[in-house]
């Protein structure tokens, strides 16, 4: 049997914010979150959550996520103390228990099921995961011999100058055998710099105790201040990138770009500088995009550009072209061979195959047939200061430069438009519609 505890209920003091530590973002999610998905892979029968400062605020963050228990610190003194809290609901439990710290959010699921596999295998009592840090300012420092068996950990603040020496650093990622940590538990003393119950002295009191050196020491890099997020950040970005150039993707200038976790490419998209990806977004093959986009939970066909826009929860269809700087808002929806030129802001719209909205318009509550050309500056007048109304148009039609389509307003199909209308009343198919003054000339006027 193997039960999950993450340690989540400290306040992040150093982090200056109203925010808990533990739901800071990376990359679009949470520490907690990341923390959480990191032992996924081992499917354990109990995940806990210890809670404390701002309790329900890290309980409601994670109302999505399934199977979780939640177990109350209250006050928190102390990691070995949070660890506490779980002698009672852990009671009947018998098995592994995998402690995290909730605030390392880089670790890879393989190290995980590496660290329990060694530890199945050792028979220890506790086996916890290391690396050789080149600055390990700040975390325990962990006391090993050649063979893997820890004697000690000692925190950077209770250590001496010579046993600051040692870098060899507890990523406070642990396996204890559950029956054997609740018997040693009760016995943790506050006899320490900071006055705290720490997890980390029941190491000396467990027999035998083991330690996993990883590879990659980023993996363990904690969380404490915004430094250390923007370091974790910036491993998280190039993990992401590195995947997907792997996957076939070029990045133009890739240190220049971000993504989420929920960002998928086709082949041979090239990302120009300054991209950013948010979300669910996905980008199909041979697609072009930026310099300078920003898309979050945006679906984008095969053969698109993007050039200087944002898309938001958009659906833009195979050959479009978006931009240079164009908005596409939430509830757009563009078929095949689009063309969305510049200064162009859409919202709520389905516009059919091979339209055109090329120059300064606001399309919005609209619906466009195929083969539509907007002619610059057209504008969908849809709010009337109360209500959003539809506009839509008909295939094949044409709006002159600078109309107004006061909404609710429908134009057949193969409508033409006069420049400079302002339409407030709907239009046959095949009509031409004009709806400004006429042009009035006084000759020898001046
Ligand atoms: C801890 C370890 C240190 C290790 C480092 C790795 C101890 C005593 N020290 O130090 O050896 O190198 O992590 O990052 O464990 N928490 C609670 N309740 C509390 C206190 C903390 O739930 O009363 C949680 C925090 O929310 C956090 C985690 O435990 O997620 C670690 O606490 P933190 O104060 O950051 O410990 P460190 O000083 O980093
Ligand atoms: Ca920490």
Request: net charge negative; charged share 20%.
């Amino acid at each position: 049997m193997l039960a999950v505890a993450v340690l989540a209920a400290g306040k992040g003091t150093r982090m200056k914010s109203d925010l808990p530590k533990v739901l800071q973002p990376l990359a679009g999610a949470t520490l907690v979150e990341r923390v959480l998905g990191s032992c996924r892979a081992l499917d354990p029968q109990r995940q806990i959550l210890i809670v404390g400062h701002q309790a329900e605020r890290v309980e409601q963050s994670l109302s999505q996520h399934g199977g979780l228990e939640f177990v109350l610190q209250q006050p928190q003194n102390g990691t070995g103390h949070a660890v506490q809290q779980l002698l009672a609901p852990l009671a009947d439990f018998e098995g592994e228990l995998l402690v995290l710290n909730g605030d390392v959010p880089l670790l890879r699921e393989e190290t995980i099921t590496a660290l329990l596999e060694r530890h199945r295998t050792s028979q220890a009592a506790v086996t916890l995961l290391t690396a050789r840090l080149d600055d390990p300012t700040g975390y325990g420092r962990v006391f090993a011999d050649a063979s893997g068996h820890v004697s000690a950990i000692v925190e950077h603040r209770d250590c001496s100058e010579e046993q600051r020496a040692n870098n060899l650093t507890n990523a406070g990622i642990y396996c204890f055998n559950w029956s054997k940590l609740a018997a040693v538990l009760p016995q943790l003393s506050t006899d320490n710099d900071q006055g705290e119950l720490y997890l980390t002295d029941t190491v000396a009191m467990l027999s035998p105790a083991m330690h996993v050196e990883v590879a990659d020491a980023d993996e363990i890099n904690g969380i404490n201040d915004r430094y250390q997020l923007a370091q974790c950040e910036a491993v998280i970005q190039q993990r992401l990138r590195r995947h997907w150039m792997a996957e076939g993707v070029t990045f133009v200038d890739p240190e220049s770009c971000t993504l989420s976790d929920g960002t998928r490419f086709g082949r041979d998209v090239v990302v120009e500088p300054q991209c950013h990806f948010r979300g669910n977004t996905n980008v199909g093959r041979g697609c072009r995009i930026g310099p300078g986009s920003f898309l979050e939970n945006a679906s984008v066909g095969e053969e698109v550009e993007v050039l200087y826009s944002v898309v938001r929860d958009a659906v833009v269809a195979d050959g479009c072209t978006i931009g240079p700087y164009a908005q596409l808002r939430p509830g757009t929806e563009l078929a095949r061979d689009c063309r969305i030129g510049n200064f162009v802001e859409i919202k709520k719209s389905q516009i059919a195959a091979g339209s055109k909205v090329n120059h300064l318009s606001y399309i919005g509550d609209a619906q466009l047939g195929e083969n539509v050309n907007v002619g610059a500056g057209t504008i969908t007048a849809n709010y009337d200061g109360v209500n959003k109304h539809r506009t839509v148009i008909g295939a094949g039609s044409k709006t002159g430069a600078n109309s107004v389509l006061v909404a609710p307003i429908t134009l057949g199909a193969n409508v033409t438009v006069g420049a400079g209308s302002t339409l407030t009343k709907d239009v046959p198919a095949g009509a031409l519609a004009l709806g400004r003054a006429k042009q009035l000339i006084k000759e020898n006027w001046s």
